[in-house]
């Protein structure tokens, strides 16, 4: 998990460098991340990140399979959008609306 939380940084960095696919990729291993100190971690990063590469990261690990992983992702995309939404089909729904307009 150090590691992973590690690279879950350097990704986050990236990203801060304008480096899109780094996010992209952030966003696929975020979804598969099972270790939720490491999900709490890298969704923490983000949302100092915040923008909409930040955005799109988390709603990518929105796909997980772990509910108490999307809980801390629906947090993570509360914060950076002021929006209130608290299920995962609620912010497929708004964010399939905002993605080409929310910065």
């Known amino acids: 998990p150090e590691v992973r939380r590690k690279v879950f940084a350097a990704l986050v960095?990236?990203?801060?460098?304008?480096?899109?696919?780094?996010?992209?990729?952030?966003?696929?291993?975020?979804?598969?991340e099972k270790d939720m100190p490491t999900v709490c971690a890298c969704v923490e990063e983000?949302?100092?990140l915040g923008g909409?590469?930040?955005?799109?990261?988390?709603?990518?690990?929105?796909?997980?399979?772990?509910?108490?992983?999307?809980?801390?992702?629906?947090?993570?995309?509360k914060l950076i959008t002021n929006q209130q939404i608290t299920s995962?089909?609620?912010w497929e729904a708004w964010w399939s609306q905002k993605k080409n307009t929310f910065y």
């Open 46 to 48: 983000l949302v100092a």
């Open 88 to 90: 995962k089909e609620g």
């Open 52 to 77: 909409n590469a930040a955005i799109r990261a988390l709603m990518r690990g929105l796909m997980s399979g772990a509910r108490s992983a999307r809980e801390d992702i629906i947090e993570g995309l």
């Open 13 to 32: 960095w990236r990203g801060q460098q304008q480096d899109v696919a780094a996010l992209s990729a952030l966003g696929d291993v975020l979804s598969a």
